[in-house]
């Protein structure tokens, strides 16, 4: 009897052991691929302006990330604009508010969820293809060609994308915030009964330029974010079409949730920025 | 006879000194001349090339290229090295977003953009034809060319900057014995037509060695089992050459 006790305990330390070793390597592969994220973003951003300049790569690439992301950004931002009108409204009905439906919006939409949406829809869309032409040109030795021709691969691949992200963003987001407020305002005025000049003048009381700033500093954040993660997972593929496939899903899904991890911890610093800058 | 590429000792661990993949190769590769380096899969021949690229750094033992040693050359002296080489690579490893004619003139606008853009089209056109490339497939995109196609374009590639050291990466794996037949032949004839071009050939097909190879480096397992010209290699008593050699030319 004692004997089946002790086999049995030892199973169970054994299970235990095995989960927490298990916990502990999936931390220490988090935080060691993270370290690599910023080792190689550090070396990218200190190609971004040696020579030869690759201007017109970024262009291209603000072109890809812009210009072909904005009707998604123009549809997203008019219904979420939309939809949370309509819930703010509900609520706000309910205490007798419904003056303050356009600056709740507005804040919403500025501070959160324009940085946030436009993000995750950029990291989704233009991410996803970054991690897969980088990983398709890794598996096809496009990569190594470069280097063996005297071209620095990463200056001329990587920090254009991380550059033009960075740019880009904060344009998608202030195009997001102005699709969004007029959804708002047309839903508002329109269907709910609100009166226009009541629901500007309210934005206009309660939203200061630093709300929209926050915005689109974070937007930035995130172009960078989301640009270094899949850029990365696609440089350092390996394994073929099924790592490219595999690199594209890492580079997508990470960024995407480090887009929100970082979405708290950013907001905090700015807002403990123009804090501090208000108090001085 | 001078020499091109001088590799002493050489020793690459990619784990720390556990185990190692080049154990202390020691090999000469004349200038102007054909060398090609054979073996069986995963002996090291990859690795080797990469050392002569600078691509990566020994962990022990010296590369020396025109006599100067790479791992104490700066970013930007390897940079102006490689320049110096160029390489065929095993897939061609064309740029797919570009156009033959552009894939030509790449490394020519990175590295001599004083050149102006007709005189680089000049060039790039130029190195195509040598190439045997015709005219018509100049603006196709890699995708539309056949292998044998984009093995040419490869080559264009790589001697756009006239380079002193030309090298093949298994040129002939995968293609059908008529492609194999001319991708040899046009590494012999970009050989002989570039004056004091030393080209390197990463092979594992014996008969193309034979066909091409002056002077022959046999790999194994991390070690140079053989240097020297193919009569060498019929004439050795060495048992594991004798029958990888025979094997070889039966099949020849």
Redo the contacts between chains.
């Keep these: 009897m004692m004997k089946v006790w002790l086999e049995y305990r030892q199973r169970v330390n054994a299970s235990i052991d095995e989960f927490f070793i298990g916990l502990y390597e999936k931390f220490v592969s988090v935080v060691y691929g993270f370290g690599q994220t910023l080792v190689f973003t550090h070396q990218c951003a200190r190609y971004m302006f040696s020579k030869?300049s690759r201007f017109s790569n970024m262009i291209q690439h603000m072109h890809f990330i812009g210009n072909d992301s904005i009707i998604i950004i123009a549809l997203t931002g008019c219904f979420t604009g939309l939809a949370l009108s309509y819930q703010i409204y509900i609520g706000f009905n309910l205490v007798n508010a419904t003056n303050l439906v356009g600056p709740t919006v507005a804040l919403g939409i500025f501070k959160e969820l324009a940085p946030v949406l436009t993000g995750l829809i950029v990291a989704a869309r233009a991410g996803g293809a970054m991690a897969a032409q980088l990983g398709?040109?890794r598996v096809?030795?496009?990569i190594?060609?470069l280097?063996?021709?005297?071209?620095n691969p990463k200056q001329y691949l990587v920090s254009p994308r991380i550059l033009a992200s960075f740019l880009t963003l904060p344009l998608l987001c202030g195009a997001f915030d102005f699709i969004a407020i007029h959804g708002s305002e047309l839903l508002c005025v329109n269907v709910l009964g609100l009166d226009s000049a009541i629901f500007w003048d309210k934005i206009e009381t309660w939203i200061e330029p630093k709300d929209i700033i926050e915005g689109l500093i974070k937007s930035a954040v995130f172009g960078i974010t989301f640009s270094a993660i899949c850029c990365k997972t696609g440089f350092y593929t390996s394994g073929g079409a099924k790592g490219v496939g595999e690199a594209t899903n890492r580079g997508v899904v990470n960024s995407m949730v480090w887009i929100i991890i970082l979405n708290f911890f950013v907001s905090n610093i700015i807002r403990m920025y123009f804090t501090i800058a208000e108090a001085l | 006879m001078s020499t091109a590429v001088e590799i002493t000792d050489l020793r690459k661990s990619f784990d720390g000194g556990n185990t190692f993949i080049l154990k202390g190769i020691n090999l000469q590769i004349p200038k102007d001349k054909v060398t090609v380096i054979i073996g069986f899969s995963g002996t090291g021949k990859s690795v080797l090339i990469k050392h002569i690229?600078g691509?990566i750094e020994p962990t022990s033992g010296s590369v020396r290229i025109f006599d100067h040693e790479i791992k104490h050359m700066s970013e930007d002296e390897?940079?102006?090295l490689?320049?110096k080489?160029g390489?065929l690579?095993?897939?061609a490893?064309?740029?797919?977003d570009m156009t033959v004619i552009e894939n030509v003139m790449?490394?020519l606008k990175?590295?001599r953009?004083e050149l102006g853009k007709s005189e680089i089209r000049r060039i790039a056109e130029e190195k195509l034809i040598q190439s045997g490339m015709e005219e018509i497939h100049f603006n196709k995109l890699p995708a539309e060319l056949s292998g044998g196609m984009r093995k040419r374009v490869g080559l264009a590639r790589a001697l756009s900057l006239d380079p002193e050291i030309l090298i093949y990466d298994e040129p002939t794996t995968g293609l059908d014995p008529i492609l194999t037949e001319m991708v040899d032949d046009l590494i012999l004839s970009t050989h002989r037509r570039i004056e004091g071009a030393t080209s390197i050939v990463i092979s594992h097909d014996l008969n193309a060695a034979f066909r091409i190879g002056e002077n022959i480096v046999m790999l194994d397992k991390g070690t140079v089992l053989m240097q020297g010209t193919p009569q060498d290699f019929l004439n050795t008593d060495n048992k594991f050459i004798r029958r990888f050699v025979d094997k070889g030319i039966r099949r020849e």
């Design positions: 030869p398709t040109m096809s030795e496009q190594d060609a280097e063996v021709m005297g071209v | 690229l691509l390897v940079i102006q490689r320049c080489m390489m690579f095993q897939h490893a064309l740029f797919d790449f490394p990175e590295h953009p």
